[in-house]
């Protein structure tokens, strides 16, 4: 999903079939009062007092059930790898750094899936099908 807030977004050339209206904007509830291009799908918070509806509490968890695939590797990353800050101050470095974290993401979820017994169901349905 592109979001409106990218920089290569807003040198599109605007003869291209290209509809903002089918671009979601999924921003967290600090994003409050930007209007963006696309639909809106940023979360509802009460202000001063003003509690939100139970319409808008629905409309959140709709939203919070949409990016939470997106958050967990990151919430890992921050959490268990101890990554949220880097002390390291060049680019490259800092780039090498996000690389190393996401293949031990990547690698203690494939530990956590053979731990749980999830490899082998899926090796036995490939098996049954024929694919492996």
């Known amino acids: 999903m592109w979001h409106l ?5 807003i ?5 291209l079939p290209f509809r903002f209206d089918t671009i979601g904007s999924w ?6 009062g930007v209007k963006p291009l696309g639909f809106d799908a940023t ?11 139970i319409w808008d509490k629905l409309r959140n968890k709709r939203i919070s059930r949409k990016r939470s695939p997106g958050e967990r590797p990151y919430a890992v990353i921050k ?3 101890k990554s949220a800050h880097t002390m390291v101050t ?6 090498v750094k ?11 979820l494939i530990r956590t899936f053979k731990h749980r017994g999830v490899m082998q169901r899926m090796l036995s349905l490939l098996k049954k099908d024929g694919r492996f």
């Open 11 to 15: 040198h599109l050339d605007h003869t």
């Open 90 to 95: 060049t680019i490259v470095r800092v780039h």
């Open 27 to 32: 921003w967290d509830k600090g994003y409050f």
């Open 98 to 108: 996000m690389i190393f974290a996401a293949l031990s993401f990547n690698i203690s």
């Open 43 to 53: 979360m509802k918070r009460g202000v001063r007092n003003h509690s939100i509806g």
């Open 79 to 81: 959490t268990v790898f």
């Open 5 to 9: 807030s990218q920089p290569w977004l």
